[in-house]
């Protein structure tokens, strides 16, 4: 989907908690897997900077892919 100009309702939509308890598999399936990656770039890079950004990224990534599942994908 191209990105356009947002409108109020989709805003409010991104902004809004979304409760499906049917969603909270593909919700852990995504947890599990980045704390897997979480866990690997802690054991297996050096402590640095770089290491640090990656953990946060993959945070990042967790949020993204969760709100995706939230949003069923509308943005």
Known sequence: M???KLTDEQI???????N???KIP??????EAA????RAI????????DASAAI????DARM???AAIALDGRY
């Open 2 to 4: 191209p990105f356009t």
């Open 12 to 18: 409010e939509d991104m902004f809004t908690y979304h």
């Open 20 to 22: 499906d308890a049917a």
């Open 26 to 31: 593909a919700y852990a399936a995504i947890n």
């Open 35 to 38: 704390k897997a990656l979480a």
């Open 42 to 49: 802690r054991d297996n890079c050096p402590l640095s900077a």
């Open 56 to 59: 946060r990224l993959v945070r």
């Open 64 to 66: 993204t892919a969760n």
